[in-house]
Structures are given as C-alpha cells and as structure tokens.
C-alpha cells in the first residue's frame, strides 16, 4: 500500500455531482476488525456462506444472484491475481473455474463459491499488497466498476486518476468511513454492498397503527423507555428497540438527544426559543422561534412519536443508516432543517 500517491481534496463539484447522482442512498456494511484469513485456513463455504453472512455483515459473498457490478468487478479482481477470466458480468463456468483457480493459489477450499473467506482473502491488504500498486488497471477497474455501480460517472478504464481519487474520497465520507482514498477492506466492502440479511426484517410491531392512535400530546405515563434511553409512546417501544438493535448490528449506534417530551418542557422550549410573553409561547409560528420550535401540545416530540438522534449529520454514518432503515420502523426525516429529527407522524420529506 505505499506506492500511492498523495490525494488532493476533493473538490466541491465534484461532491455535488455525487449527491445529485444519489450516490449516499446505496447502504453498506461496516467492516468489522477480525483477523484477515491465512493462506491456512479451510473452509467449506457454499453451504455456510448465508449463515456467516447473517451472522456477520461484513462477511460477504458473490454469486450468481449478485449484481452485475459486483460479479464484474470479482472478474477484475481475479485478472488482478493474475488469473484470466473475461469480465462479463455473469458468474458463469470460467468465473467459476477462475474462482477455483484463486482458491487454490490460497489454501482455501476450492469449490468455486466466491463466499465471504474467498472475498475476504482477495480484498485484504496483505495479501493484495504485491500486486496492489495502482499500477494495477485490473484492481482499478474493479473499484471503478463499483463506484459507476452506485452512480459516480467515471471511465473503467484502469487508471487511478484524480476523478477516480475523488470518487473514493466522497464515498468514503457519504459511508462515515476515513477519508483516506485509500480502498481498504472496509471501503471495498461498503462498495460490494452486499443486501441486508434476510429474516432479521421484524420491525417489532406496526409503527402506523400506533402513530394513528395518538392525536395529541401525552402524558409520562403513557411512554416507556426503549433501548439507549429513548422514551416513546407505549407502543413505539418495542419498533424502537427493533431499530436500535439493528442499527447495532450494522455497527451504528442510534442514541437520542430528544425522544418524548412532556408538555411543560415543550413550554420552557418556547420560553427559550421564542420569548417569554404568553404569545410567543402558546401562538408565535414555530418559524419565527430560533430554533424552529412548535407550539405546546403540537410537537410530535410531545406524542412519544419523534426522535432526535445523536451525532446525525448529513453524510454520516448514523444519518445514512437512519435516511435508509429507518423508514422501515416509521422513522422519516420531516423537518428540513434538522438533519437529526426522525418522526412517524408528519409528512416525509426527501434526503
Ligand atoms: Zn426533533
């Protein structure tokens, strides 16, 4: 990894041009710190691959059902070992055999299966150091071929250029990762993308009904507390705990600044957001408050509907994971100007 030259920054049209490609909503999965594999290691992994996968995300596999993209960029990857195989895009007999080929060349077990011990050995920087110079169109075109897959515009033509550096580095801060422009085994395993696993999709209960059975405000003890302190409506507590345990298992820890609050602190909000006449409390639009605050027995916060989730900044980990699972547990971004307040009730807005 030392034959690298050193990156300039990114610049800001560039970054743009990748938002407005819709480069941040493609989800990924953080790398977790576990020992490379060595050449020793024996696995079978056809059959185990699913299992390790759920177990683990950032164990990863590519298979036939894979995307184009991914099985593309497995083929680029394999000619950057040395091992010819033509980059079609399906996980075809010669992918297989070249799979084979890698394995072997490896110590691993040789079935053909690109499973997450395979993907695992060929991305990680040990074993890609000797022939891992930029130099290497092949491993430049795998990552290029990754990068045109969630929307960068770029060339797969093997040279590791200034657009090809900046694309790594705006993808590696739309994933919360360092910006080092660096392809490391994190990066290459947020850019292979691999899907959620499946049978972990309870949501913990229905987010709409409950969201439909509370109209106003209510008091404590209607709420209960979920995971990592977030006090809700009753019935949000089990949904909010579904959320927090698999914004974990993503490596994503989902705390509240805000969760429910009681009306009385809605009132000392606007006392200190808005003024302190009896107006500015109870009828002043929200908009002229600084911040926005809503008037008392509107917020949703008072419903035990809404949360403001820590350290949720545009781009980062915490909001990308949020902007992209947290819908499934009702949680919409709704506020504009809060790139942390997430609630069930109000009308979503985009990104
Ligand atoms: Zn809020």
New binding site residues.
């Given amino acids: 990894m030392s034959i690298r030259k050193p990156f300039t920054a990114l610049t800001a049209t560039a970054a743009a041009a990748a938002v407005a490609a819709g480069v941040f909503t493609a989800a990924g999965v953080a790398d977790s710190a576990d020992p490379a594999p060595t050449a020793t290691v024996v696995v079978a992994e056809n059959v185990s691959a699913a299992t390790q996968f759920a177990a683990d995300r950032s164990r990863f596999a590519v298979s036939a059902r894979s995307p184009y993209s991914n099985i593309k960029a497995l083929q680029y990857l394999l000619n950057a070992y040395g091992i010819a195989v033509y980059s079609t895009g399906r996980y075809d007999a010669a992918t297989k055999n070249a799979v084979v080929r890698f394995q072997t060349a490896k110590g691993l077990a040789r079935d053909g299966s690109a499973g997450p011990i395979t993907m695992k050995t060929m991305l990680n920087t040990a074993n890609m150091a000797a022939r891992y110079h930029w130099s290497n169109k092949n491993t430049t075109k795998a990552v290029q071929q990754l990068l045109v897959k969630v929307g960068y515009r770029l060339a797969v033509d093997g040279s590791f250029g200034p657009a090809t550096r900046s694309a790594v580095l705006t993808f590696q801060k739309g994933k919360g990762l360092p910006q080092t422009g660096i392809v490391d085994f994190a990066t290459w395993s947020w850019m292979f993308n691999p899907p959620a696993a499946a049978g972990g999709g309870s949501t913990g209960g229905n987010w709409k009904s409950c969201g439909d059975s509370i109209r106003g405000g209510i008091p404590m003890s209607q709420t209960g507390l979920a995971k990592n302190g977030f006090r809700m409506a009753k019935c949000m507590v089990p949904i909010v705990n579904s959320m927090v345990s698999a914004a974990a298992r993503d490596g994503v820890t989902l705390r509240p600044t ?1 969760s429910w609050r009681s009306r009385s602190y809605q009132v000392s909000l606007r006392r200190k957001n808005c003024g302190t006449s009896n107006y500015a409390i109870y009828q002043m639009p929200p908009s002229r408050c600084s911040p926005n605050t809503a008037i008392p027995g509107t ?3 008072e419903y035990g509907l ?3 989730v820590a350290n949720s900044y545009r781009g980062g980990k915490v909001y990308n994971w949020m902007v992209r699972n947290g819908g499934k547990y009702g949680f919409h971004r709704t ?1 504009p100007s ?1 790139s ?2 997430f ?1 069930t009730k109000q009308r979503p807005i985009s990104g």
Avoid: T
């Fill in positions: 805000s917020s949703i916060h809404a949360i403001d506020v809060e942390w307040h609630d």
